[in-house]
């Protein structure tokens, strides 16, 4: 069956933008287009070009190198607005300007001061306008969803009719609820004489947390173009959320049943991280389809049947959103089951009695601490089980370092038994000191990660050094704490030697 498509209007870099501390620049701005175009949205609205010279340019630049979209301005109903938002996106293959006027009593009263008759004649005259700039242009009645039934359906109308191609209905505080918000639209198709001249939008802000809510309930009363930004930003509580829209209409396809969105949603993640990281507005944990918990499971219940089948907790695939995997958290909800399984892809398989000590094991960590990271499983196997032993010990350094000296190390170990000395030198003091310790011992390895971190704090503080070695026998880490952050990187190194040399 051929699905009717659901146009996806992005308004990430215009309403989005609009939200307090997320200002982009032209750079920013073009390179969150280009991925928008990448994910597929049909229109991107990339500004506001009356409203600032910057903003101005931005739109100019979208226009001119994001291919595929139409490329939006919006403008008041003013001819000097309408005249900025064509000069912007004109250099697009399909511009489009998009004119806004508030229609509601309270809007008309205390902002504009013009009465119904006055707005109705500048609203049709604005779209006149644009009409004869732009064959495609969307016209707003700002506040619809608080505006006066009839004058809603008298405004919609006489703009279609001055040559709207399209006509969004805005919540624009947030205000309707779902079952109002099907009512708008549906009294809209039923009172709107010429309604199939245009395709009718809606455009909902999460003022009461309905944003999502509303616009779907839209899509199911008619509405045809969906207006939203990635991660939900925008004006106040943002703006609906395009990739909870998306994958709604998607993932309900019983009951979105022959709509669709052509939306490459596996660019959805990566689209929603670019935008968290340039306009700076961290994406909650717990947000739906692109929060970090998303397709986390933490619950002993939910791991295990998660295990056995994915669809017992998991309504969609992480990869059809472009997360690559359904992320177990290890914590002290977490039940053997979860435990054995990473344990098993860490590469461990333990016998049922040693799994039952590092259970316990892990069960104690867990309590005082919230999550549990493959180190520390690796960390509860090592000290438990495997005994790993200690055939390599440090028993002094000394290294020279400074801005106008080769860094140089001497380290003495015992290896298996005996004393041995070795100098070296390196890129720094760190490096001359592993260079050293390889002389001694050739396990063959190279060092793939290096991490220090404070584990107390003030100026005593404890240095944990963590260090990944990869060799034939695999990858091992090692762990070193000192208040002295060479030694405790010489302890670490030494500590994953030893694993090393017992894999071997
Ligand atoms: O929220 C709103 O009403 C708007 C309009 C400009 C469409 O953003
Ligand atoms: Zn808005």
New binding site residues.
Partial sequence: MNKEKIIIFD?TL??GEQCPGASLNIDEKTEIAKQLAVLGVDVIEAGFPISSPGDFESVKRVAKEVKGPSICG?ARAIEKDIDAAYDAVKYSKSPRI?V?LATSKIHMKYKLKKAEDEILRLAVRAVKYAGMKCSDVEF?P???SRTERDFLYRVVDAVIRAGAKTV?I???VGYSTPFEFSQIIKGIYENVPCVDKAVISV?C?NDLGLGVANSLAAVLNGARQV?CTINGIG?RAG?ASLEEIVMAIRTRSDIFKDLKADINTKEIFKTSRLVSKLTGMIVQSNKAIVGANAFAHEAGIHQDGVLKERITYEIMRPEDVGVTETKMVLGKHSGRHAFKERLKRLGFTLKENQLEEAFNRFKILADKKKEIFDEDLEAIIDEGISKIPEDLKLKHFHIESGDRTKPSAVVTVNYKGKLYDSTSCGDGPVDACFKAIDKIVRVGGKLLDYQVKSVTSGKDALGEVSVKIGSKSGVVSGRGASTDIIEASIKAYINAVNKLLYKK
């Fill in positions: 308004t215009r309403d919006l998009h806004f707003s700002e506040d619809a969004n805005p919540d624009t455009h802000h207006e004006e703006n």
